[in-house]
């Protein structure tokens, strides 16, 4: 079953303006399967107005015994955060 | 009362395919489709509901939407017999559906038009959810048509179950004459130009309509009807009028 309908990371773009995000995985065949199921299966409470599939197996990911090297260094450079700055009322929310 | 009866035709042929579909949830073979039949099922169950609830007005005896689906008999039912066929295996249920929405797809656009509002409403919702049946039944039917030696095989053998049930979508019924709605025997070219198209990249053949079977606009039903609706029927019957 696995070699037939491999895995496939989906990801959402809620509305225009935002950022596909990823909602979850699902099994599928081939991509254009993929991207039904992936309608049937993530869209149902208008989720979304556009879909993304990609194979999980195209993913490159960290690894997570790098992750202190990888993450740790930018804890205590505080002075990367813009919290230095007064931001004048008139700009209002950023 | 040809609108009624028309509208009723439209009502059952949605109602019964939306049931049958219904049937597979908790049971699909992957849960991918467990989700995907479900959602297809509760688009022709909400537009069974619409006209359901338009028959009874059009009636004008009182009966709503819950009196027509659930306190009608097997001989009152006016569904073609195509959406009554069981579910067999996930071929002939995706091939049942493909065959069905390659009908109402051109069906509900030329609806869109229609001189009763109501119709017209359920067409212009309707059109977007056949066109995704079609989508969705067809990449079917092309994957298991082109398949594996089993799955080529089980979808021939859905095409030899099912194609005889596909010419009796072309008849008028209770529409003959009535303004308000299209023509389903002109829907035939559009039809059987998506079959074909289909049916091309499935390497699946076309059988001839040698043996056409009809008989569901007179309430003449194969024997899985009555089985169907006892099962839909049972809980309104014993508990009129419950809701959850």
């Known amino acids: 079953m696995a070699n037939e309908t491999p895995l496939w990371e989906v990801f959402i773009r809620p509305r225009n303006g935002l950022s596909h995000k990823h909602v979850g995985s699902l099994h599928a065949a081939d991509e254009v399967l993929a991207l039904n199921a992936a309608r049937d299966v993530y869209t149902r409470r208008s989720e979304g107005t556009s879909i993304w599939v990609v194979r999980s197996s195209q993913i490159v990911a960290s690894d997570p015994d790098q992750s202190e090297e990888n993450f740790e260094p930018t804890g205590d450079k505080i002075y990367r955060h813009p919290t230095f700055y007064d931001i004048p009322e008139e700009v209002g929310h950023m | ?244």
């Open chain 2, 1 to 244: 009362m040809a609108l009624f009866d028309a509208v009723l035709e439209l009502a059952d042929d949605h109602l019964v395919l939306g049931h049958r579909l219904s049937e597979w949830c908790g049971h699909a073979p992957m849960l991918e489709e467990d989700l995907a039949m479900p959602n297809m099922a509760l688009d022709l169950i909400g537009s069974a509901r619409v006209l359901y609830d338009h028959a009874g007005k059009l009636e004008g005896s009182g009966r709503d939407e819950d009196a027509l689906a659930y306190l009608r008999g097997e001989r009152d039912y006016r569904n073609c017999l195509l959406v009554e066929r069981e579910n067999g295996d996930f071929a002939v249920t995706m091939l049942r559906q493909f065959y069905f929405a390659a009908f109402m797809e051109p069906y509900w656009q030329s609806a869109l038009g229609s001189s009763d509002p109501v119709i017209a409403g359920v067409a212009g919702k309707a059109v977007k959810e056949m066109a995704y049946h079609i989508r969705h039944a067809g990449e079917w039917v092309v994957r298991l048509g082109d398949g594996t030696e089993q799955s080529a095989e089980r979808m021939r053998d859905a095409v030899l179950d099912l194609h005889p049930y596909t010419a009796e979508l072309f008849e008028e019924g209770a529409a003959e004459g009535v303004d308000a709605l299209p023509s389903r025997a002109a829907v035939r070219p559009v039809w059987d130009a998506t079959v074909s198209a289909v049916f091309a990249q499935a390497g699946l053949e076309v059988p001839k309509d040698a043996f056409p079977q009809t008989g569901g606009r007179s309430g003449i039903h194969g024997e899985a009807l009555g089985h169907m609706l006892a099962e839909m029927q049972v809980l309104h019957r014993e508990h009129p009028g419950a809701v959850w």
